[in-house]
């Protein structure tokens, strides 16, 4: 499910978002667009979910956020589901100023409302771009993970 749904949140940044061309009018015409594509529509519903779910927790006060040195421990349930990478890529952004520490909260529990058993570093790039997309003042932050969702080479170096 999980690549489907994050598969339908590409095509929708990389179709109407990030091009020339605006999305339809209505919902549905752009469900209908989609299906055309192929994708299910169980599928489709999912991802208008999540991303209405986006929409709403943005509109939110934010959660309180700890000190700026404090650690993050991850929960069991996410270190199950983001690996070493995943994590590692979660607190490279967070120290590279890419996202904040309520951005990073976003960005966990966006990727979590995804119920994929696993997490990989690209969707969780895709994730932080919509979250940082849908932030108010993060237009900087954006074309940063901008840049690193389509660049090829490693994020950090060792």
């Given at each position: 499910?999980?690549?489907?749904?994050?598969?339908?949140?590409?095509?929708?940044?990389?179709?109407?978002?990030?091009?020339?061309?605006?999305?339809?009018?209505?919902?549905?015409?752009?469900?209908?667009?989609?299906?055309?594509?192929?994708?299910?529509?169980?599928?489709?519903?999912?991802?208008?979910?999540?991303?209405?779910?986006?929409?709403?927790?943005?509109?939110?006060?934010?959660?309180?956020?700890?000190?700026?040195?404090a650690?993050?421990?991850?929960?069991?349930?996410?270190?199950?589901?983001?690996?070493?990478?995943?994590?590692?890529?979660?607190?490279?952004?967070?120290?590279?100023?890419?996202?904040?520490?309520?951005?990073?909260?976003?960005?966990?529990?966006?990727?979590?409302?995804?119920?994929?058993?696993?997490?990989?570093?690209?969707?969780?790039?895709?994730?932080?771009?919509?979250?940082?997309?849908?932030?108010?003042?993060?237009?900087?932050?954006?074309v940063?993970?901008?840049?690193l969702?389509?660049?090829?080479m490693p994020?950090?170096?060792?």
């Amino acid at each position: 499910m999980n690549e489907n749904v994050v598969d339908i949140l590409i095509y929708l940044y990389e179709n109407y978002m990030d091009g020339d061309q605006p999305p339809p009018d209505d919902q549905h015409a752009l469900r209908d667009d989609l299906a055309e594509v192929g994708f299910s529509q169980n599928e489709i519903d999912k991802a208008f979910s999540w991303l209405d779910e986006l929409a709403k927790q943005i509109g939110q006060p934010p959660a309180p956020v700890h000190q700026a040195n404090a650690t993050r421990i991850f929960t069991e349930e996410e270190n199950n589901r983001f690996d070493v990478d995943t994590r590692g890529l979660l607190i490279f952004l967070e120290q590279n100023e890419i996202i904040n520490a309520t951005g990073r909260e976003l960005v966990i529990e966006r990727a979590l409302a995804l119920e994929s058993l696993y997490i990989n570093v690209d969707d969780l790039k895709w994730i932080v771009l919509l979250v940082l997309m849908n932030q108010p003042g993060q237009e900087s932050a954006f074309v940063r993970m901008e840049n690193l969702v389509y660049n090829e080479m490693p994020l950090y170096l060792h």
